[in-house]
């Protein structure tokens, strides 16, 4: 007898691991994944202006770049064409109606908080000149002279004409980020395919849309240490968020810190026990305007500020103590030390 052998494999061998593996392969189509974001950054308003898109396209990454630059040949006072060049160079000048209208709503700003937020104070900030090249500490009576025509009382608005006295000097500087930031909303409305943004231009901020996970998450920058480390967090939903800060940029003279938010009644850096203040509001250019506005107020001051434009804050001290207004306790979260 020989010994007969059949080797045959049992095709259920290769017929069960093979519908197993292109049921598997079906069905991890039909998962969805967690789409990459596009991510682009530019340099627009003198600070980074950073995109990320979760959907949406390339195109619309990029346009947004290009409404902040067009914003920012609108209302810089560094660029020679821009109207608020005009203003400045010639003391008058026809602009239109989106110029003056934010313009106009920029001096109500002014009056709703107590004269803090000023964009009139250019000739002031040119003295000081903080973080440019020739940063210093005026005269007193350099300041006082810049100071009698400055302002926001002393600028006209007679419908898009705009006119100033001699020696008054418009600067967006306070709000122009968050100005950047409404641009940047504008341009994702548009596309529906957008489902969740962040644009961040310096230190203003959009939150748009869904975040992938769930809220989104904004860190506020500890003020004694290096860019990125962060003291606090913040777990948003959809808004606008800014932070002013005296680490930003300043120069210290004789064991003096002088920084770049000025004190609109005395034309000097704005001392008042804080570090920095973040706010939360339903505009860039509101989250921005307050956030410089609430650091030359203080926080006993700010809060009814605050409260009068239904927006939060979080308030960093000297003593580095975060205090957040109401409306933020539980969206707040310490970074261990
Ligand atoms: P950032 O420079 O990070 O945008 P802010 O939003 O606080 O910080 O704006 C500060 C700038 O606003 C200054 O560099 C100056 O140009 C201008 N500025 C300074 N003090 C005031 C003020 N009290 N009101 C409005 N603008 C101001
Ligand atoms: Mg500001």
Redesign the pocket.
Known sequence: MHDFKVSRINPLFIIIPLSLFLVAAVLWDLVPKQQEPIEKTAFA???ALTVTLYGGTEETADQISQQVQLLEHRISPTVSDSYTSFINRNLSAVTDADYSGDLRLFMEW?AETEG???????A??ALWD??GENERVPSEAEIQQAMKVSGWANLVIDGNTVRIPEGMQI????????MACDEAKTVLQADPSVSGAVVAS???VLLYGDSPDGAWTVGIQHPDKEIGETIAELQLEEGFV????NY??YFIRDGKRYC?????QTGYP?ETGLKSVTVVADSGALS??L???C??LGYEKSLPVLERFDAQAVFITDENEVIPTDGLTDALTLQAA
Do not use: N, R
């Open positions: 308003m003198g600070s002014g803090a937020f000023d964009l009139t104070l250019g002031v900030s903080i973080g600067d967006f500087g306070a709000v122009g980020k968050g310096g230190g203003s800014s932070t002013s800060g930003q940029k770049h938010i000025l004190s609109p704005a921005d305007a956030s410089t506005a650091f030359v």
